[in-house]
Nanobody, 127 residues
Framework: QVQLVESGGGLVQAGGSLRLSCAAS????????MGWFRQAPGKEREFVAA????????YYADSVKGRFTISRNNAKNTVYLQMNRLKTEKTAHFYC????????????????????WGQGTEVTVSS
């Protein structure tokens, strides 16, 4: 069992930056592949970024590639999402998720694979 708590959301101007954090407690954090997802108002939740247990592999949705960076600090039990050049149309609730079934270098974009989810943090991008 692992508990995930996201933080760092808030109001930011279009073109600005924000860094989200997801702190994990419970089982050994380095045992989990991690992912970030977002859900805009009236839309389905979608994949944003993922990172393997070791941190050696990352993967991004095409819409954020080159602007967002996912990273992790296993010593601090935390995964981060650095978001740059934010766009107005992407105001959303951001969630982090964890999975312990994948190998140390694997990751996944599939929501149903992730076992644990945080409550999310809201990111509002103003024009």
């Amino acid at each position: 069992q692992v508990q995930l708590v996201e933080s760092g959301g808030g109001l930011v101007q279009a073109g600005g930056s924000l860094r989200l954090s997801c702190a994990a407690s419970g089982r050994t954090f380095s045992s989990y592949a991690m992912g970030w997802f977002r859900q805009a108002p009236g839309k389905e939740r979608e994949f944003v970024a993922a990172i393997s247990r070791s941190g050696s592999n990352t993967y991004y949705a095409d819409s954020v590639k080159g602007r967002f960076t996912i990273s992790r600090n296993n010593a601090k039990n935390t995964v981060y999402l650095q978001m740059n050049r934010l766009k107005t149309e992407k105001t959303a609730h951001f969630y982090c998720a964890a999975d312990h079934k994948l190998s140390s270098v694997s990751l996944t974009t599939t929501q149903s694979v992730y076992t644990y989810w945080g409550q999310g943090t809201e990111v509002t991008v103003s024009s």
